[in-house]
């Protein structure tokens, strides 16, 4: 080992030699210096005030000055905006000639390292004598030989030092502005004031990627986007075992002679893709021990700082494609630049609801914070108040801190709801959509509209359809015509479906019938879960909700609110799945779970679930936005008729 380091130096020191013309240039000499911080488009400043002003000028909007700061916010991002993406275009100009000149350096440094090899075998051929014949002779006892692989990774560890000290640290991408995280009160305005700001990033180009998302309707194109990769994992799996077959089928054609020996050789030359997936099973579980072993030796909180860091490789593929990509396409976004990209994602009702959602949603933030990527987003929840759903404490808490430091937290919250506002002022439009109590008279209102909305299709009869929803299901539809459907509450909400459904239903009709809605009760949530989550998807897709009810929209969730705690059935049954029907405390003791209240936050935060405080969290949103969807604003501003 030591007279091969002994040569690999003398080569290195011959290398030195020969291309000092190299070293005398710098990445000064082929790439352009940083430049200042680039000005802001003069076209956006203060257009969003403006917009704003005219909306309140108008009356279209009530003076508010929680409202009117938090626009000036938004309208500072927006100057920002601009002058980061001139900024990131900068950084990659610099990035694309910085990586071009590494690449050319590296290959001349090959190049000089393969003479530089070469002349030093050719020295060694040609020298003769007593002391170069003994230490031919005495090399094979006194030196262990280094492998090629090892021989090669300290030749490219060396070029890329040599790389690094001639060019010096690649460019560092700029800093992105701090996003903006709108919670408080329902009605408050939140989603109107970031649609605004998404609307004039959009109209004047301000960044190349952008995408304004549901919270719902992110999970499911996220969900999609992981099973497009998993499902891409397993044809590249079939297409080498696919190629290993017609391999091993090659060799037994040539095998003419029926020479078992050397099919047996060849067969073992060959890549069996099962016997490699074991290999790299078995070198997981080897480097899974390692981690373990290196991890009793770390302290608590080096451990505990790991973890919270920690998050699956899958999910940042999945959260870089998901801000390049368009809506209701999963197929785009994937071809991922080699640079940072100016890049803004609009989440509307960030929430954590579920397990999943807690990973997910960490994981994915995580992700795209650490490319650059700007977030404002809108939430009845503060930050540090989001629901952690047994994700652990250091997980919860590392993604709360990173949302922090990159979001700038800003409540806005009203004494008076302002969909309510809006909807007062119409009350014809919702005595002409929202029929309650239920009954006779109720139903015969009910069915003088939906004769009057489908009387331009007299001739085409109500008929069954099926909805394609997502993964291959579909969702039957009993009674359709043209644009518009009807449905009993049991069929949407008693039964197993969830978001993705209620989004096919906005996307293939604008205008529902909902019938029979009862007066909902804490006692069991699955119901009025699915009902809040019908609401949210037909207002996201601004579709005509005409339904009939036993009670007004703001008594339909004060069934028996005097009623003790619920039993979360649902919840019940994932966690007895998942947790092998074991007791929690049991899988606490051994590692599998957090705790339940392991902080004070944590401890408040599972009161409220047992008590039901997400759900009437929710209620309020819905009621609001019934409120507003039976306002003549609202059914004016629908796109589809």
Known sequence: MLYRRLLNKAAFASIRSTQAHIYCRTFADVCVQPATRPAGNSKVTGILLQRYQALVDTQRLRPDAQQQACVQQLSQLCDQLSAYSLEVEV????????????????????????QALAQKKQQDAQRTGLWHDMMRRIQPQQIEESSPQEVALMTARAREGKVQEILGPPPEAPAAPKGLY??????????????????????????PNKRRMHFNAAMLELHTRLHKLEQERREQNAKKMEAYTQQVALEQLKDENKDKARFAQKLAELEDPYAQHQKLAKMARIAI?????????????????????????????????????????????????????????????????????????KGVMEALLEEGCIIVATSNRA???????????????????????????YQLSAEQDYRRLLASDTATAFSENYFFPKGPAA?????????????????????????????GRRLQVEQCVGGSARFTFSELCNQVLGAADYIAVAQAFHTVFLTDIPTMSL????????????????YNARVRLICSADSPPDLLFAGNLNEEPIIDLEQLQYEGAVEGSRLRRDLMAEGGVAPVAATANAAMAAAQNLGGMEEKFAFKRAVSRLHEMQSETYLASRIRT
């Open 383 to 409: 930050p540090w108040d989001l629901n952690r759903h047994g994700l652990h404490e250091d997980l919860f808490g590392h993604f709360v801190q990173n949302l922090l430091e990159a979001c700038r937290p």
């Open 182 to 207: 709108l919670y408080g009160s329902v009605g408050s305005g939140k989603s109107l004031l970031m649609d605004m700001f998404y609307n004039v990033i959009t109209e004047h180009g301000l960044v």
């Open 523 to 538: 006692k069991v949530r699955d119901q009025a879960r699915r009902f809040i989550t019908l609401v949210d998807e037909l």
């Open 443 to 471: 139903q015969a209102a009910l069915d003088k509209r939906w004769q009057e909305l489908t009387a331009t299709q007299a001739e085409t009869p109500a008929v069954p359809l099926q909805l394609t929803v997502m993964f």
């Open 91 to 114: 950084f990659q100009e610099e990035s694309l000639k910085y990586l071009a000149e590494a690449a050319r350096l590296r290959a001349e440094l090959k190049r000089q390292e393969a």
């Open 289 to 361: 021990r390692t981690l373990g072993r290196q991890r009793m030796k770390r302290s608590p909180a080096q451990n505990s700082e790991l973890l919270a860091k920690s998050n699956a490789v899958i999910l940042r593929a999945a959260a870089q494609s998901l801000i390049r990509g368009k809506d209701g396409d999963v197929s785009l976004g994937w071809d991922m630049p080699s640079h940072r990209s100016a890049a803004v994602l609009c989440f509307d009702e960030m929430q954590v609801t579920d397990p999943f959602a807690a990973v997910a949603l």
